[in-house]
């Protein structure tokens, strides 16, 4: 078993719809979550990162966090076109020195 | 504004060759990382640096070395390069532990193709 699990897509919903992207982890330890977004060839780019139970809202954006059940959502509103590419989904653990650990992300196509 | 750069942006070699893949930043960060990523596979961290003097192999160091050459600088290295190096390459940088703020930014990648 990963300590990181995505499902790699594609996802495929209409543009205006609401993308939901999940992510499982392993490590009860885990302390952060963080979201990239990664267009085609180009580097991942941080969305949203969040730490607490619950949900936590930027704009379009919405990150849930449930520790109990092991699991951190991405909900994209009104999804765009310019939203399609990979979202990578990464964890932190203080037990693993600082370092992240990702899932090997989902692929999101929006269409017109 | 604060950055991370990565020289060359794109390059393709021959099987056997010295390459040297270099990382510099602007953010002040003290760790640095690099990663490679492949079709289906991810990101893979090769070696991290949290200071000058600290430098980590990870998950798939084999092949691979880095200098640390300062707060700024971090150069990966394939000291013969082979075919199934050929990826996409990252360099990350992250602030010192926070704690729960660990969050990785990264450089625009360099393409390697190794023939």
């Known amino acids: 078993q990963k300590e990181v699990e995505q499902n790699s897509g594609p996802l495929s919903v209409p543009e205006g719809a609401i993308a939901s992207l999940n992510c499982t982890y392993s490590?009860?330890?885990?302390?952060?979550f963080f979201w990239y977004r990664q267009y085609s060839g180009k580097s991942p780019e941080l969305i949203m990162f969040i730490y607490s139970n619950g949900d936590k809202e930027d704009g379009r954006f919405t990150a849930q966090l449930n520790k109990a059940s092991q699991y951190v959502s991405l909900l994209i509103r009104d999804s765009q076109p310019s939203d399609s590419a990979t979202y990578l989904c990464?964890?932190?653990?203080?037990?693993?020195?600082?370092?992240?650990?990702f899932g090997q992300g989902t692929t999101l196509q929006v269409k017109p | 504004d604060a950055d991370v750069t990565q020289t060359p942006r794109n390059r393709i070699t021959k099987t056997g060759k010295r390459i040297m893949l270099e990382c510099s930043q602007t953010?002040?960060?003290?760790?640095m990382y690099w990663y490679r990523q492949d079709p289906g596979l991810g990101l893979r961290l090769i070696y991290y640096s949290f200071d000058v003097k600290d430098i980590n192999k990870g998950e798939i160091s084999d092949g691979y070395s880095v200098s640390r050459q300062a707060q700024a600088k971090f150069s990966l290295s394939l000291e013969s390069a082979i075919p199934n190096q050929t990826a996409l390459y990252f360099c990350?940088?992250?602030?010192?532990?926070?704690?729960?703020?660990?969050?990785?930014?990264f450089g625009p990648g360099t393409r390697l193709t190794v023939l």
């Open positions: 990350a940088t992250s602030a010192a532990e926070r704690g729960p703020y660990n969050e990785q930014f």
């Open positions: 990464a964890v932190y653990r203080p037990s693993n020195t600082g370092k992240l650990i």
């Open positions: 953010k002040g960060h003290d760790r």
């Open positions: 490590d009860r330890g885990s302390q952060s």
